[in-house]
């Protein structure tokens, strides 16, 4: 099926996108199922985007209403044999608003400022029926001056905006950024890269360009060349927002300015833009078996997110390093914090990274004040069993290189696969053998914890764990106003073992009024191994909680170097 896309944003300080679909049916076709996705690839989370669709028509070429009925959440059906029309006619337009208002990688906003379009939530496929080389145009205000996209401009107009892809897939697969953002871009062994830049900074001393084009030119070269024509980076810098998403020749990134002038947050945004890029091969192209082709009704649920996630977790911190924006000091600061973040999470006695990944859909996605005491996140677990491995392949005179260039010739010969778990393990073991196999199973699929402070050891790594004892509470306040309320209670920490709640409020600590300011103040002084009686607010009723104040667990100060030459080796510097 040929089909055409116009998007049109006439009053952007009214969230609207107008969208008409005009294509032609085959002349045997009853009715048409037009879909609008429910969930986005890379972000697992059924988002339902058909819920901010309005004014839904469908016409024929010559103006006719055609029969249009929804038959599904997310699905619109076209009837020619239930429309009452004068003459056949195979040509049809269909068009509908939809609001765009929410400002994250996975969904569109669009204000006087600017239009962010996530294609998922705004263009309809077609069920049942493959789509050829569909067009897109844009139609926006004329104070708008850029668009920036990894779409192929097929325009033939300075004024004109269109654009092309081979098929549905890689249409919704290219956002948008529509403004007057900064533009700015670069080339590497030919390629160009485009830059756009959308939101204020602060002053700093920070050069994007450069960093972004040393990780291009690392990442690019050490996987043998890059798999696409044109790569797009859309930066968004608002503050409170972070996150990342993956397309096939371009990313979606957003970053708070105000983390942008800290050497040590800087290095975070330096990590989110290497691994964003770097699922150009690995998630975009090196893939779950589950995920492609794509069913955008359903739940592609999948044991490998630690593969397409947790790899990817790993890779980002190393290929910075490698690249020379980081020491290695700052390097295995960032795997401290990583690890104790690992730590702190009760849940990862309870589920497995395999469980993790296959509940990513009700658990990472949805989190809830029990997300940490049930679950772990594959992101963060994953990264650190492939850190793991990189450091058992060590052992054998491999790396995680050579693991990384066996998944990559493996796609090539088999582009079109996705892999199984038993696929990868086969090339864990063809790259370490079957002992290292054996124990990098037993890290993905059980909840066994690890030795991680004996693996480092032996690389040349020795942990350091501040073991000074200062009270705890277990749980994590969250501040309204100044009202202190829990917000997170950690499993069997004090605040479990005294019955606190989530959503309780603590008005007073043994008679005494408790506020955000004297609740950080107050902590300071509590004793451990000492019982407090804690008044609380819980569903508007006043109760006592009797609380003993705790040790808080030990955390990793830092990961000194015992053997510089042997941890060099080990990380690829």
């Known amino acids: 099926m040929k089909l055409s896309y116009k998007m049109i944003i006439e009053t952007p300080s009214t969230h609207q996108v107008r969208v008409i679909i005009q294509g032609k049916k085959e002349s045997q076709q009853k009715k048409l199922d037009f879909f609008l996705p429910r969930w986005s690839p890379g972000s697992y989370l059924m988002r339902e985007y058909s819920r901010h669709i309005s004014s839904i028509k469908a016409e024929t070429s010559n103006g006719e209403r055609l029969f249009l009925e929804q038959t599904d959440v997310s699905v619109f059906e076209i009837n020619w044999e239930k429309s009452e029309l004068k003459k056949a006619d195979e040509s049809f337009t269909i068009s509908y608003n939809v609001f765009c208002h929410e400002l994250t990688v996975r969904t569109s906003h669009v204000d006087y400022s600017h239009a962010f379009l996530h294609l998922p939530t705004l263009l309809m496929g077609v069920l049942g029926s493959e789509m050829d080389s569909p067009t897109l145009e844009l139609s926006f205000p004329n104070e708008w001056s850029k668009v920036t996209t990894g779409l192929k401009d097929i325009s033939t107009e300075r004024n004109v905006f269109i654009y092309s892809a081979k098929n549905y897939d890689e249409l919704i697969d290219s956002p948008i950024e529509i403004g007057c953002h900064e533009t700015d871009g670069f080339i590497v062994d030919g390629v160009t890269h485009e830059l756009a830049f959308y939101g204020q900074l602060l ?12 990780i291009v030119e690392h990442i690019s070269r050490f996987m043998g060349g890059m798999p696409y024509e044109k790569y797009t980076f859309i930066n968004h810098f608002v503050p409170g927002l972070y996150g990342g998403l ?11 300015p105000t983390q942008i ?18 699922h150009t091969w690995n998630v975009k192209r090196i893939r779950p078996l589950e995920l492609g082709p794509f069913n955008y009704l359903k739940e592609a649920t999948t044991k490998l997110l630690w593969l397409a996630e947790g790899l990817t977790s790993l890779m980002d911190e190393l290929f910075i390093y490698r690249a020379g924006l980081i020491t290695l000091e700052e390097y295995l600061e960032m795997q401290k914090d990583n690890l104790n973040r690992y730590y702190a999470v009760p849940g990862r006695r309870f589920h497995s990274l395999d469980d993790s990944s296959f509940n990513a859909w009700i658990k990472l996605y949805r989190p809830d004040e ?11 677990k994953g990264g650190i069993v492939f850190f793991a491995l990189n450091i058992l392949l060590a052992s054998k005179q491999k790396s995680i290189n050579d693991f990384l260039k066996l998944l990559w010739s493996d796609y090539q010969n088999n582009p079109s696969r996705g892999l199984t778990p038993d696929q990868v393990y086969k090339i864990v073991e063809e790259v370490g053998g079957r002992e290292i196999r054996e124990k990098f199973e037993v890290m993905t699929s ?10 480092c050891l032996n690389a040349g790594m020795k942990f350091e764990w501040d073991k000074s004892e200062s009270p705890w509470l277990g749980f ?8 202190v309320v829990v917000k997170i209670v950690t499993l069997d920490g004090p605040a479990f073992k005294a019955g606190l709640n989530a959503g309780d409020e603590i008005l007073a600590i043994n008679g005494m009024r408790i506020l955000k300011e004297r609740f950080n103040d107050f902590a300071k002084f509590l004793k451990i191994n000492q019982t407090y009686t804690l008044t609380i607010s819980r569903l508007n009723s006043l109760q006592t909680v009797n609380l003993n104040v705790g040790t808080m667990p030990f955390k990793l100060k830092m990961i000194s170097i015992s053997d510089r030459t042997a941890v060099e080796k080990c990380l690829g510097k």
């Open 476 to 483: 994590d306040p969250e501040f309204l106003g100044d009202r």
């Open 261 to 278: 002038s800290n050497r040590k947050t800087y290095l975070n945004y330096l990590a989110l833009v290497s691994h964003e890029y770097f």
């Open 370 to 380: 029990n997300m940490n005491n049930s679950s772990v996140s594959y992101y963060l």
């Open 203 to 214: 002053p700093h001393k920070e050069n994007f360009k450069a960093d972004t084009q040393k």
């Open 246 to 256: 993956e397309h096939m020749n371009s990313t979606a990134l957003q970053f708070c």
């Open 446 to 455: 059980t909840t066994e914890d690890l030795d991680l402070e004996t693996l």
